[in-house]
């Protein structure tokens, strides 16, 4: 007999399967991805959990009975019947108590995506818009990469074939008696009766000996290391301004949608590129801006002034963030108010300064709940700036929120992998 | 019972190493010793509940071939073991020698005692024992086997693609449950020489390439369209049963590492094949051990009272028979019935009633129950074991009875027999049928195909109490089995006087599996 700990074996001899399979009914999971974060929360986003897909795209079809023709069970725990009762069928007839489901299998097959399958495939086919001017400003280590061969250099690093080759190459050029040579000789030595010749190769031998003291079979000057350098990797970096609106006229579901859209937006954005910058403004009638925590968290009361915000992010980005080396989107969340000497300064400001410099510029006007449907007849006083500019072509993307349910497929529109040459502003 | 008193095995539920040590001798001398069991050396591996997981998905083998479908059941029993629906097995054991049980860590020392007697030696012992186990499996070749096939289907990955691969799985899979031998044939397996003989085949092909052969003009054709039906079909074996060894050995376009997978496919299967037919046996073989063996610790001081208790909760949760009414009931519990029936062999070969003596003149009053459980466990399997051992007692404490149901009979489903006098027989009859794997499965062979003209591959399926099969899955099946063919497939459903009830034809798909 024999007992054996297996216990720190590695695991995860499924994962591969597990892979293949999500691969295989990838569409299908994307769909019900799609489907379930609908209804979630933000936060439940983040956790994965249990999805469901159709069970006919994975089954395994066997050839097996189906419903219907004569059949026979037997079963435990008689407690009333006779031979020769008659019982009625359950609803639907046919087929025995259990022999109907026999093998049909579940419909839907259940199972528990990992956070981080479930935000793969959920983001999956998601993209920020022109990513386009690619700078080296920054650069980041990204460890160490084989580059030739060097002098000096540490032992456990040296390249031996490199070293044997031109320790070879000196001997030859150098002619160093080969070890043959000199076994030959002494072989010779050995075998021969003539006392002078025996002499003669005596001092031949001698000779050869010395030479080869002389030169040695690898010389330091044959020892080469080899060269490793850290290997510095550019990476593309963007900065994405969240501005909103979190004035006295934005109702807590507003807020709340906001929030939502720009947590999405988070999460999409610290997950799908590895440098991004992300600069929180808030304003009223006075724009700030704040960290993370703030930003969503925090309340604050006051009157609303669009343009205020937008000069914030301007000088901002003027001090910060240099339009030549970053890629700069923004995207703002507001319930369209706005006050009304403000309207015209905030065009002049997104027209003369913002939209040059940013790659994209989305705006996301939220609604209350029971206002859908009257979206288009009651026009905010931001959306019409907003859509004016867009008449002229700028690179501006507007839409409206009204219920959560709508967050998940505005943002997948909103950051839809574009085909070639289509325009973002939609 | 004094008289060989030992000491306790252990205290409280925490144990280690030398804990399952003493656990295993203990087990084995009572296991050898005094119910004269034959075993296969024991291997015990402890692992953590996520390694059970990944055993599970692979149907319980140690490793197998990389398979989408694998990953499926994996991410199944995840989902439910995650979210608290279903325990796991506290143990799974491996048909091979030696016989591999798997202990998971998290159990108590009084459940690895259970599991070491319930696997290591009831399991163990009817491996090895068993008529069916002997006749179809190679305990000692499989895992080798399986470390074949995993390689084999990893290099052919690499060769030919995912892909490709995947479709022959894919098929090979459709057709698993066809692809077995139901009847004995002449040689045993030997999955060692499987693989010996795998590389000799291509070894020879190899050698004997010649690229000439090609170029020879071949000379008149022979009329060998005068072949007989009859005799073409005796050329090809036919009517064939195990479908996939048919497709393997005949599929007019298949490559040779493709055949090769169907034979990997066709191997793994045959070898679980007696393990669907001797479920009841099985389990209640291995039941029956370890309620003996726990019993007698516990007799000898082995086992503490409070820790014995422990052990009988788990011995009842597993042989727990939830009746027909009940919101639990899916079926019989393989456990509890073949328990049951152990138990009630050893009551009659030990003191046997009036009626026992009627029904079971050979065992009655044997006196050496164990020797009579010793040669069921060797000889019979599932629904042999039923049709001859269920004894009217346990029919009458199960309560058992028996429903008919005929869509002709419009009032209802007719209670055609109960635990009595004129039912007895036919209940057990109708339940030994019940576990008879040619029934319960729709017998399905190839029957024909004419290799030299259409190569259109006939197929019947023979009804019995028209029971059609269900046609969904059937189409499906038969489009895999037509890709594999690489032509038209047609499959027929015969009802009693040959009459066609229903037509399946299928063809292949235009990207056939098989290269032209």
């Known amino acids: 007999m024999q007992v054996l700990d297996r216990r720190l074996n590695p695991g995860g001899k499924n994962l591969e399967n597990r892979q293949r399979f999500l691969r295989r009914a990838k569409a299908l999971v994307q769909q019900a991805v799609r489907r379930s974060s609908q209804d979630r929360d933000i936060s439940d986003i983040l956790e994965g959990g249990e999805i469901a897909i159709p069970a006919a795209g994975v089954d395994e079809p066997w050839f097996h009975h189906g419903p219907g023709g004569i059949r026979d069970d037997v079963l435990p725990g008689n407690r009333k019947f006779v031979e020769g009762d008659l019982l009625p069928r359950p609803d639907g ?334 | 019972m004094t008289a060989n008193a030992m000491e306790r095995l252990y205290e409280g539920a925490d144990w280690d190493f030398s804990t399952l040590q003493r656990l295993h001798d203990a087990c084995e001398t009572i296991a050898l010793g005094e119910l004269g069991l034959n075993v296969y050396p024991n291997q015990i591996e402890v692992i953590r509940a996520e390694q059970m997981l990944d055993a599970y998905s692979s149907v319980g083998m140690p490793l197998s071939y990389k398979h989408w479908s694998f990953g499926k059941h994996f991410t199944q029993h995840e989902a439910l073991y995650r979210t608290g629906l279903r325990g796991l097995a506290y143990e799974l054991v491996i048909n091979s020698s030696p016989c591999i049980s798997y202990l998971m860590e998290e159990n108590t020392a009084t459940m690895q005692a259970l599991v070491i007697a319930h696997a290591a030696f009831g399991h163990n012992h009817f491996f090895r024992n068993n008529y069916l186990f002997k006749q179809w499996t190679d305990a000692e070749g499989i895992l080798e086997y399986l470390n074949f096939a995993k390689g084999y289907v990893a290099q052919c990955e690499e060769r030919y693609g995912q892909g490709a691969v995947e479709a022959i799985l894919d098929a090979a899979h459709a057709l698993k449950s066809h692809g077995v031998y139901r009847y004995p044939g002449k040689k045993k397996l030997d999955l060692r020489g499987e693989e010996r003989r795998e590389r000799e085949r291509r070894a020879h092909s190899e050698r004997t390439f010649n690229d000439l052969w090609r170029t020879v003009p071949a000379g008149p054709t022979k009329s060998v369209s005068e072949l007989t039906s009859g005799r073409r079909r005796a050329l090809l074996g036919l009517p064939q049963e195990n479908i996939l060894y048919f497709l393997e050995k005949y599929a007019p376009r298949l490559q040779p590492w493709q055949r090769e997978l169907l034979r990997i496919v066709r191997h793994i299967s045959q070898y679980f094949y007696p393990q669907s037919q001797t479920k009841v046996m099985n389990e209640g073989a291995a039941t029956y051990v370890h309620y003996r063996i726990m019993n007698r610790l516990h007799d000898r001081g082995g086992i503490s009272d409070g820790d014995f208790l422990e052990f009988l909760q788990s011995h009842t949760n597993v042989v727990f028979q939830p009746l027909y009414d009940d919101p639990r009931f899916s079926g019989f519990n393989p456990y509890a019935l073949g328990f049951a029936m152990m138990r009630d062999i050893e009551r009659i070969a030990a003191d046997p009633d009036e009626e026992d003596r009627q029904w079971f003149p050979e065992i009655a009053g044997a006196g050496d129950a164990m020797a009579a459980l010793r040669d069921i466990w060797a000889n019979y399997r599932d629904e042999s074991f039923v049709s001859q051992f269920l004894s009217p007692r346990l029919m009458r404490q199960m309560r058992l009875f028996q429903l008919h149901d005929d869509p002709a009979q419009t009032e209802g489903v007719r209670v055609k027999a109960i635990h009595d006098e004129r039912g007895y027989r036919r209940i057990r009859s109708e339940l030994a049928r019940r576990y008879d794997v040619g029934w319960s499965d729709p017998n399905i062979e190839v029957v024909d195909v004419d290799l030299e003209g259409d190569r259109r591959l006939i197929l019947h399926h023979s009804v019995v109490n028209g029971r059609l099969l269900s046609e969904a899955a059937a189409k499906r099946v038969l489009q895999s089995l037509a890709d594999l063919w690489g032509y038209n497939v047609l499959l027929r459903e015969i009802g009693p006087a040959d009459a066609v009830l229903r037509e399946h034809p299928c063809s292949p798909r235009g990207a056939a599996l098989a290269a032209a």
Request: glycine letters at 8%; a neutral charge.
């Open chain 1, 93 to 426: 007839g046919g087929g025995g108590a259990q022999n109907g489901h026999d093998g049909e299998g579940e419909d839907v097959f259940r199972f528990v995506l990992s956070r981080e399958e479930f935000l793969d495939l959920f983001l999956d086919d998601l993209e920020l818009p022109d990513l386009a001017k690619r700078r080296l400003a920054e650069i980041e280590f990204e460890g160490v990469r084989r580059s030739g061969y060097a002098l000096a250099g540490s032992p456990v690093n040296i390249a031996v074939t490199r070293t044997m080759r031109f320790a070879m190459s000196r001997r030859i050029a150098l002619g160093r008696p080969s070890a043959q040579a000199i076994q030959r000789l002494e072989g010779e030595i050995a075998g021969c009766e003539d006392i002078d010749r025996r002499a003669a190769l005596a001092t031949e031998l001698s000779a050869l000996q010395a030479r080869m003291r002389r030169i040695p079979y690898v010389d330091p000057i044959d020892v080469r290391y080899r060269r490793f350098e850290n290997a510095p990797r550019p990476t593309a970096q963007a900065v994405m301004f969240c501005l909103m609106d979190v004035s006295g006229s934005m109702s807590e579901h507003m807020k709340d949608l906001a929030k939502r859209f720009y947590m999405l937006l988070y999460i999409f954005l610290t997950r799908r590129y590895r440098r991004v910058e992300i600069v929180f403004i808030r304003h009223t009638d006075r724009a700030e801006e704040v960290d993370e925590e703030t930003f969503f968290h925090s309340p604050a009361t006051g009157g609303t002034v669009v343009s205020s915000a937008l000069e914030a992010m301007r000088r901002i980005v003027e001090l910060r963030y240099r339009p030549k080396d970053w890629n700069i989107y923004a995207a703002q969340a507001s319930d369209g108010d706005n006050s009304h000497n403000d309207g015209q300064t905030s065009a002049q400001l997104l027209k003369d300064h913002i939209l040059p410099a940013t790659q994209y510029f989305a705006y996301l006007e939220v609604g209350e709940e029971d206002a859908r449907g009257q979206g288009a007849a009651a026009q905010s006083s931001l959306w019409g700036v907003y859509e004016s500019l867009r008449a002229e072509g700028r690179p501006l993307a507007m839409r409206k929120v009204n219920a959560r349910g709508e967050i998940f497929p505005v943002f997948r529109d909103l950051f839809r992998r574009r085909e070639g040459k289509e325009r973002i502003a939609s």
